[in-house]
Protein backbone atom coordinates (compact mmCIF):
# COMPACT_ATOMS: atom_id res chain seq x y z
CA UNK A 1 0.00 0.00 0.00
CA UNK A 2 2.96 2.28 0.68
CA UNK A 3 3.41 2.58 -3.37
CA UNK A 4 0.02 4.14 -3.59
CA UNK A 5 0.26 5.81 -0.29
CA UNK A 6 3.67 7.81 -1.65
CA UNK A 7 1.79 8.73 -5.16
CA UNK A 8 -1.72 9.78 -3.98
CA UNK A 9 -1.31 12.98 -6.66
CA UNK A 10 -1.26 10.26 -9.25
CA UNK A 11 -4.09 7.96 -7.61
CA UNK A 12 -6.32 11.38 -7.12
CA UNK A 13 -5.45 12.57 -10.09
CA UNK A 14 -6.20 9.00 -12.44
CA UNK A 15 -10.20 9.72 -10.67
CA UNK A 16 -10.25 12.91 -11.43
CA UNK A 17 -10.13 12.07 -14.85
CA UNK A 18 -12.61 9.53 -14.40
CA UNK A 19 -14.61 12.22 -12.78
CA UNK A 20 -14.78 14.15 -15.27
CA UNK A 21 -15.00 11.37 -17.92
CA UNK A 22 -18.33 10.33 -16.09
CA UNK A 23 -19.62 13.85 -15.58
CA UNK A 24 -19.62 14.87 -19.19
CA UNK A 25 -20.13 11.95 -20.84
CA UNK A 26 -23.16 11.40 -18.79
CA UNK A 27 -24.91 14.46 -19.35
CA UNK A 28 -23.84 14.22 -23.06
CA UNK A 29 -25.81 10.98 -22.76
CA UNK A 30 -28.92 11.89 -20.80
CA UNK A 31 -29.30 14.57 -23.53
CA UNK A 32 -28.73 12.26 -26.47
CA UNK A 33 -30.66 9.67 -25.41
CA UNK A 34 -33.91 12.08 -24.29
CA UNK A 35 -33.67 12.63 -28.04
CA UNK A 36 -33.42 9.20 -29.21
CA UNK A 37 -36.50 8.40 -27.06
CA UNK A 38 -38.45 10.91 -28.54
CA UNK A 39 -37.99 9.81 -32.05
CA UNK A 40 -38.50 6.75 -31.31
CA UNK A 41 -41.81 6.89 -30.05
CA UNK A 42 -42.36 9.90 -32.41
CA UNK A 43 -44.58 10.07 -35.19
CA UNK A 44 -42.45 10.50 -38.06
CA UNK A 45 -42.20 6.75 -39.03
CA UNK A 46 -38.37 7.54 -40.59
CA UNK A 47 -37.09 9.07 -37.17
CA UNK A 48 -38.49 6.28 -35.47
CA UNK A 49 -36.43 3.35 -37.40
CA UNK A 50 -33.43 5.53 -37.24
CA UNK A 51 -33.50 5.84 -33.86
CA UNK A 52 -34.00 2.08 -33.88
CA UNK A 53 -31.89 1.26 -35.67
CA UNK A 54 -28.60 3.15 -34.11
CA UNK A 55 -29.98 1.84 -30.57
CA UNK A 56 -30.00 -1.32 -32.09
CA UNK A 57 -26.31 -1.47 -33.88
CA UNK A 58 -24.70 0.70 -31.03
CA UNK A 59 -25.77 -1.69 -28.09
CA UNK A 60 -24.52 -4.55 -30.08
CA UNK A 61 -21.19 -3.22 -30.55
CA UNK A 62 -18.70 -3.63 -27.90
CA UNK A 63 -17.49 -0.44 -26.47
CA UNK A 64 -13.85 -1.18 -27.56
CA UNK A 65 -14.62 -0.61 -31.09
CA UNK A 66 -16.50 2.81 -30.47
CA UNK A 67 -13.40 3.72 -28.91
CA UNK A 68 -11.11 2.57 -31.36
CA UNK A 69 -13.02 4.04 -34.01
CA UNK A 70 -12.82 7.89 -32.94
CA UNK A 71 -9.28 7.07 -31.81
CA UNK A 72 -7.55 5.64 -35.34
CA UNK A 73 -10.60 5.70 -38.07
CA UNK A 74 -12.46 9.00 -37.38
CA UNK A 75 -9.08 10.84 -37.83
CA UNK A 76 -8.82 9.42 -41.45
CA UNK A 77 -12.40 10.92 -42.19
CA UNK A 78 -11.13 14.24 -40.51
CA UNK A 79 -13.08 14.16 -37.58
CA UNK A 80 -10.51 15.17 -35.08
CA UNK A 81 -10.69 16.86 -31.07
CA UNK A 82 -8.13 19.02 -32.16
CA UNK A 83 -9.65 21.97 -31.30
CA UNK A 84 -10.13 20.59 -27.64
CA UNK A 85 -7.37 22.33 -25.26
CA UNK A 86 -8.52 22.85 -21.88
CA UNK A 87 -6.69 23.01 -18.62
CA UNK A 88 -8.28 22.69 -15.08
CA UNK A 89 -5.18 22.92 -12.39
CA UNK A 90 -3.58 19.66 -13.20
CA UNK A 91 -6.12 17.91 -15.60
CA UNK A 92 -5.43 18.67 -19.47
CA UNK A 93 -8.65 17.83 -21.59
CA UNK A 94 -6.67 17.33 -25.20
CA UNK A 95 -8.33 15.36 -28.23
CA UNK A 96 -7.65 11.84 -26.14
CA UNK A 97 -10.25 13.22 -23.87
CA UNK A 98 -13.20 14.31 -26.21
CA UNK A 99 -12.72 11.48 -28.55
CA UNK A 100 -13.29 9.16 -25.06
CA UNK A 101 -16.38 11.68 -24.23
CA UNK A 102 -17.49 11.18 -27.76
CA UNK A 103 -17.09 7.44 -27.34
CA UNK A 104 -19.22 7.35 -23.96
CA UNK A 105 -21.56 9.27 -24.87
CA UNK A 106 -22.73 7.73 -28.52
CA UNK A 107 -22.48 4.34 -26.80
CA UNK A 108 -24.58 5.11 -23.45
CA UNK A 109 -26.95 7.02 -25.02
CA UNK A 110 -28.21 4.34 -26.88
CA UNK A 111 -28.64 2.14 -23.00
CA UNK A 112 -30.35 5.67 -21.82
CA UNK A 113 -33.31 5.49 -24.76
CA UNK A 114 -34.00 2.08 -23.63
CA UNK A 115 -34.50 3.16 -20.01
CA UNK A 116 -36.65 5.91 -20.84
CA UNK A 117 -38.57 4.27 -23.15
CA UNK A 118 -39.96 2.10 -20.38
CA UNK A 119 -40.72 4.76 -18.46
CA UNK A 120 -42.43 6.17 -21.29
CA UNK A 121 -44.33 3.56 -21.85
CA UNK A 122 -45.25 3.18 -18.17
CA UNK A 123 -47.37 6.23 -18.84
CA UNK A 124 -50.98 5.92 -18.93
CA UNK A 125 -52.28 6.13 -22.77
CA UNK A 126 -54.95 8.22 -21.79
CA UNK A 127 -52.44 11.31 -20.88
CA UNK A 128 -51.15 11.65 -24.23
CA UNK A 129 -54.37 11.44 -25.50
CA UNK A 130 -55.89 13.98 -23.65
CA UNK A 131 -52.83 16.38 -24.10
CA UNK A 132 -53.47 15.80 -27.95
CA UNK A 133 -57.09 16.75 -27.33
CA UNK A 134 -56.72 19.91 -25.71
CA UNK A 135 -54.14 20.89 -28.70
CA UNK A 136 -50.78 20.01 -27.77
CA UNK A 137 -48.22 19.36 -30.18
CA UNK A 138 -46.21 16.06 -30.21
CA UNK A 139 -43.20 18.05 -28.86
CA UNK A 140 -45.35 19.59 -26.00
CA UNK A 141 -46.89 16.61 -24.89
CA UNK A 142 -43.63 14.80 -25.13
CA UNK A 143 -42.03 17.84 -22.58
CA UNK A 144 -44.44 18.74 -20.27
CA UNK A 145 -46.33 15.41 -20.13
CA UNK A 146 -44.75 12.39 -20.84
CA UNK A 147 -41.10 12.56 -20.28
CA UNK A 148 -41.50 14.26 -16.78
CA UNK A 149 -43.71 11.01 -15.58
CA UNK A 150 -41.11 8.57 -17.91
CA UNK A 151 -37.94 10.35 -15.62
CA UNK A 152 -39.85 9.48 -12.34
CA UNK A 153 -40.35 6.35 -13.46
CA UNK A 154 -37.03 5.63 -14.88
CA UNK A 155 -34.38 5.83 -12.38
CA UNK A 156 -33.14 2.87 -11.20
CA UNK A 157 -32.63 1.66 -14.41
CA UNK A 158 -31.18 5.10 -15.42
CA UNK A 159 -28.16 5.06 -12.62
CA UNK A 160 -27.64 1.04 -13.42
CA UNK A 161 -27.21 2.86 -16.96
CA UNK A 162 -24.85 5.63 -15.27
CA UNK A 163 -23.36 3.41 -12.78
CA UNK A 164 -22.09 1.49 -15.53
CA UNK A 165 -20.83 4.48 -17.42
CA UNK A 166 -18.39 4.93 -14.66
CA UNK A 167 -16.80 1.45 -14.65
CA UNK A 168 -16.74 1.78 -18.77
CA UNK A 169 -14.67 5.12 -18.54
CA UNK A 170 -11.75 2.54 -17.62
CA UNK A 171 -11.47 1.31 -21.40
CA UNK A 172 -10.12 5.22 -21.87
CA UNK A 173 -7.22 4.26 -20.48
CA UNK A 174 -5.87 2.20 -23.41
CA UNK A 175 -6.74 5.33 -25.60
CA UNK A 176 -4.74 7.90 -24.14
CA UNK A 177 -6.52 9.04 -21.02
CA UNK A 178 -4.55 9.20 -17.68
CA UNK A 179 -7.47 8.02 -15.78
CA UNK A 180 -7.91 5.69 -13.10
CA UNK A 181 -7.04 2.72 -14.70
CA UNK A 182 -3.82 3.92 -16.60
CA UNK A 183 -2.49 5.01 -13.58
CA UNK A 184 -3.40 1.88 -11.68
CA UNK A 185 -1.04 0.40 -14.26
CA UNK A 186 1.45 2.86 -14.16
CA UNK A 187 1.98 1.97 -10.88
CA UNK A 188 1.97 -2.02 -10.71
CA UNK A 189 4.92 -1.43 -13.89
CA UNK A 190 7.01 0.17 -11.55
CA UNK A 191 6.04 -1.25 -7.75
CA UNK A 192 5.15 -4.80 -9.35
CA UNK A 193 5.68 -6.18 -5.54
CA UNK A 194 2.98 -4.28 -4.67
CA UNK A 195 0.24 -5.19 -7.33
CA UNK A 196 -2.56 -6.27 -5.11
CA UNK A 197 -2.36 -3.98 -2.84
CA UNK A 198 -2.95 -1.58 -5.35
CA UNK A 199 -5.18 -3.48 -7.28
CA UNK A 200 -7.24 -2.80 -3.98
CA UNK A 201 -6.57 0.80 -3.43
CA UNK A 202 -8.19 1.25 -7.39
CA UNK A 203 -11.06 -1.16 -6.98
CA UNK A 204 -11.81 0.97 -3.18
CA UNK A 205 -12.33 4.03 -5.35
CA UNK A 206 -14.32 2.63 -8.12
CA UNK A 207 -16.38 1.67 -5.15
CA UNK A 208 -16.81 4.74 -3.62
CA UNK A 209 -17.72 6.63 -6.73
CA UNK A 210 -20.41 3.39 -7.55
CA UNK A 211 -21.64 4.12 -3.92
CA UNK A 212 -21.81 8.13 -3.98
CA UNK A 213 -23.79 8.16 -7.10
CA UNK A 214 -26.12 5.21 -6.10
CA UNK A 215 -26.76 7.06 -2.54
CA UNK A 216 -27.38 10.63 -4.50
CA UNK A 217 -30.30 8.29 -7.17
CA UNK A 218 -31.47 6.70 -4.26
CA UNK A 219 -32.35 10.11 -2.64
CA UNK A 220 -33.89 11.19 -5.91
CA UNK A 221 -36.36 8.06 -6.20
CA UNK A 222 -37.79 8.84 -2.69
CA UNK A 223 -37.90 12.24 -3.28
CA UNK A 224 -39.88 11.45 -6.73
CA UNK A 225 -41.53 8.51 -5.30
CA UNK A 226 -45.23 8.44 -6.49
CA UNK A 227 -47.05 8.16 -3.10
Known amino acids: MNAVLDNLDLYFRGFGYTLFLFLASGVLSMV??????AFRVGPIAVLSKAAAFYVTMVRNTPLVIVFAFFSFAAPVLDIKFNWLQVRFGDFDLTAF?????????????????????????????????????????FSGVMTQVVLPQAFRA????????????????????????AEAVSQMRTLTNSFSSERTAIFVAFAIGYIVLVELFSFAANRLERHWRIA
Open 32 to 37: LGTLLV
Open 97 to 137: FGAAVVSLSLYTSAFVCEALRSGVNAVPLGQAEAARAIGLP
Open 154 to 177: SVPPLASVQIALIKNTSVAAVFGV
